[in-house]
């Protein structure tokens, strides 16, 4: 197996998840696993369309694969930083966070959880109609992926494309991030083989820890050196605290000269 990149750059963040394990539980682990794999062949417009056009499902040699490294890179160049949203939607943080990008003018890549994309397509058709980019979480935000089979390892990507490609109206995720970090090669093989980058982060900001926006926002003035990618949530817990550090860093940012764009493919 591949070892998690570590340091500043992707460090293991799973505490305070076990939200997912307590409400998806038994039902993942027979319903999915028993169906296997979904291979889901949409084909949509550019995710960043403010109008995304949905067309017909064409086979699955439409898909054009992407590199199998995993990105950081911004595509707004040398200054650029790339706003990353993790394990949403959720239907009171969502929008909060939508509401600070758009004051700011900010787009941003949403990781979303298969299930909760699921449970609120209304919420993810939102993020894509307002400019932001789709990236595939796994179905369950299992931090042990790396550990598992290879079939355990297709279910849980291919199910989550699938099923944020369905809440999406037709738009697929341009990216998969390993909860946790937990890639393998044969994992972003298969993402990038479904026309999915691997995307990485150098700036862990623990907003899952609850810190405090001060902690938040200070942990990103100290760490963006290692890198454009900024890893925040909009969902597992109390989220107040990212909303406002966003709130402060995204007019910070801009003040210091820094550009936002999406990560490279």
């Avoid at 039902?27 to 291979?39: F, I, K």
């Avoid at 199910?159 to 937990?182: C, F, L, N, W």
């Avoid at 980058?197 to 902690?215: H, I, Q, S, Y």
């Amino acid at each position: 197996m591949e070892l998690r990149e570590s340091g500043a750059d992707m460090a293991r963040h799973s505490g305070g998840r076990g939200w997912y394990g307590k409400v998806l539980g038994a039902a993942l682990g027979v319903t999915l696993l028993a169906t296997g794999a979904s291979v889901w062949t949409a084909q949509a417009g550019a995710a960043g369309d403010a109008s995304p056009k949905v067309t017909s499902a064409k086979p699955a040699t439409a898909v054009k694969p992407v590199a199998v490294t995993i990105a950081h890179a911004s595509d707004a160049g040398p200054r650029g930083v790339n706003i990353t949203i993790d394990d949403g939607p959720d239907p009171e943080w969502t929008p909060q966070v939508l509401d600070v990008l758009r004051e700011y003018g900010v787009k941003a890549t949403f990781c979303m959880v298969g299930t909760q994309a699921q449970a609120h397509p209304d919420l993810v058709k939102q993020v894509v109609a307002a400019g932001h980019r789709l990236c595939d979480h796994s179905v369950s935000h299992d931090t042990t992926m790396d550990k598992k089979s290879e079939a355990y390892q297709s279910q849980q990507i291919l199910d989550a494309e699938r099923m944020i490609t369905e809440a999406s109206g037709g738009v697929r995720p341009m990216y998969y991030r390993a909860p946790g970090g937990a890639f393998t090669p044969y994992s972003r093989k298969l993402a990038a083989s479904r026309g999915m980058r691997p995307l990485g982060w150098n700036v862990d900001t623990k907003d899952f820890e609850l810190p405090g926006a001060d902690a938040i926002v200070a942990t990103v003035e100290r760490e963006l050196p290692n890198g454009p990618t900024l890893l925040f949530h909009d969902a597992g817990g109390d989220r107040s605290e990212t909303v406002e550090a966003l709130r402060r860093v995204l007019p910070q940012l801009k003040d210091e000269g820094y550009a936002f764009g999406f990560p490279v493919r």
